[in-house]
Every structure is written in C-alpha cells, then in structure tokens.
C-alpha cells in the first residue's frame, strides 16, 4: 500500500517541476513553496533562537520534557533548504517524543561552501551545551544533507573534547559524495535525487578548493571510534542508498553501537510525506523511540 501512497505523492510533485534556467535563488524558492504544502503538526509554542552566527526554530510540544532537546539538521544538497521547509520531520518528530527539537539553519553553498556549513551545525551543538543541557539529553538528527551535519557534528565535538551527544539519527544522509558506491551506478533512475542534482550539489557545496573526500566537507571517511549510538534509516530505491550501508559497516567496525533500516521502495527523503506516507511516519516514529531509549531516563 505505502509504495501506491509514494507513487500517488510522486505523480503530484511532477505537476510542479523546478523551473527552467533557473537561478540559485529560484530554485530555493520553488524548494521551499513545495515544501509548505505539506501540512505540520501543531505545537505549543515555536521560539526563534540565535545560535553563533545562524538561528533556530525550537519547536515545543505539548506536554515537553524541556530537560531534552533534539537538534535537527535540514537536509537540500547544502544548497537549498532551511528549517520551514523540514519542519514536517521535525515537528513530527516533537510530537512523537515530547521532545522540543532545534531545527537548525545553516548558511548555505554556494553563498558560503564548505566548511561553513559545519561550523554553524557544530555551534548550534555547542549552545546547547551552553544553555545548560545535558550532553546526556541531546540527540543529533537530519536528513541528507543534515545526515552528513549530524555525522560531522558528533565527529567534531570528540575531537575537540567536548561531551558527545547521547544518540545519532541519519535519514538518508548524504556521505558519498565522490558517487563510488553501488547505488550510486545501479539506482541513477530513481526519483527526488538524481545524478544530475547531486551533480549540482557536489559541484557547489565544496567551493573552488575544497575535495569531495575532504574531512570539511564529509565525515564518510574519518575515524568513527568513540561515537554515540546510532540509527541510519534509507530507502531502497534511492541513489544514496549505499552511503547508509557503508557507514553502517564502517561505525560497527569502529564499535559504534549502529543500526540500520532499509525501507523497501521508499525514495530519498521520504520522511518529508510523512502525514501523506507511512513509511514517512514509521521512519519517524521509530527515529523517536530509539532517540527516547538513548537519552538520559532521570
């Protein structure tokens, strides 16, 4: 039945394609306009918030455990995307929980390219640190390209001696992107994410100096050992789908408490249906209870 939900869903969104010879700035725009479409869970109060040099939404449930916060990474290539055009995921997911989330910005490629992006995710981590969180009580979450932010993040505070957040989640996230692994040559036909638009991404999002396989740029290829408990979920129709596989095998290799969901016919992303798709809200549902055994139970 999901995989009839995810065609329907596909069917719409190609009535409304991206714009042709567009800018930057128009196809940001036209990102975020699809986006609202979406409808969002309700929450008892949303508070804009500056963190270093970029802001956040935090978004408050009914009922919220405010001892715990979750950060949320957006994901859009690095290029595109902010925290209303993800706010689905992230106020689903503070619903779910009873958790306020962080949905983060991030200044955005190719305006400012790597590492700028991580050095805004990294700051958000460490004002919540700042305002008196628990590292115990922080969870690190996001979705392509905030997979690749949340795996930085972590990443980054252990290797400057901060405490580590108490649990990862990655939807999707965006790690490969030298394009090598499987996916990458067997799933170029599947849909939202095409070799064309992660061409764009990686073309921009580096700058002029910076490799693909750069550490400033992703975490796919640095030492893994010391990271928190982790949950990875991806499609399995999705041209990223080997970079989830490889991590996965990579932190388990590192003796990073990680696990892995594929879910079968889902697309890049797919989170971002969830009220429409229920592949979108199990993925959810599931990224909250692993985030709830993880963080501190005082």
């Not at 725009?29 to 929450?43: D, G, S, Y």
């Not at 490629?109 to 969180?133: E, S």
């Not at 388990?252 to 889902?266: Q, R």
Request: hydrophobic share 45%; proline share 7%; charged share 15%.
């Amino acid at each position: 039945m999901s995989k009839q939900q995810l065609l329907q869903i596909l069917e719409v969104a190609a009535q409304f394609p991206p714009p042709e010879n567009a800018t930057i700035a128009d196809l940001r725009a036209w990102f975020e306009t699809i986006n609202e479409q979406t409808p969002v869970p309700e929450m008892h109060a949303i508070e804009r918030i500056q963190a270093g040099a970029i802001g956040v939404d935090k978004l408050i449930p009914d009922q919220a455990d405010n001892s715990k916060v979750i950060i949320y990474y957006h994901g859009g290539g690095f290029v595109f995307g902010s925290s209303r055009s993800h706010r689905v995921i992230a106020a689903t997911l503070a619903k779910l929980t009873n958790i306020p989330v962080l949905i983060s910005d991030y200044r955005l490629a190719p305006d400012l390219p790597a590492p700028i992006c991580h050095t805004d995710a990294l700051a958000v981590y460490q004002w919540a640190l700042n305002a008196g969180y628990d590292s115990a009580n922080i969870a690190l979450s996001g979705d392509s390209a905030g997979g690749n932010l949340t795996l930085s993040t972590a990443i980054a505070a252990r290797d400057q001696g901060l405490p580590l957040p108490a649990a990862l989640v990655m939807m999707s996230p965006a790690l490969d992107l030298a394009s090598e692994g499987e996916s990458h040559q067997t799933m170029r036909d599947a849909p939202l994410l095409t070799p064309e638009l992660m061409g764009l991404f990686t073309s921009l999002y580096p700058g002029d100096t910076l490799d693909v396989k750069s550490p400033l740029v992703t975490p796919f290829y640095s030492d893994l050992h010391g990271l928190p408990p982790s949950l990875v979920h991806v499609g399995s129709w999705e041209l990223l789908r080997s970079d989830s596989e490889t991590i996965v095998k990579k932190m388990l290799a590192a003796g990073v408490n990680a696990e892995l969901t594929v879910f079968e016919d889902m697309c890049h992303s797919w989170q971002l249906y969830a009220p429409f798709l229920d592949e979108g809200m199990d993925s959810i549902r599931q990224a909250g209870q692993f985030i709830r055994h993880h963080l501190s139970q005082l």
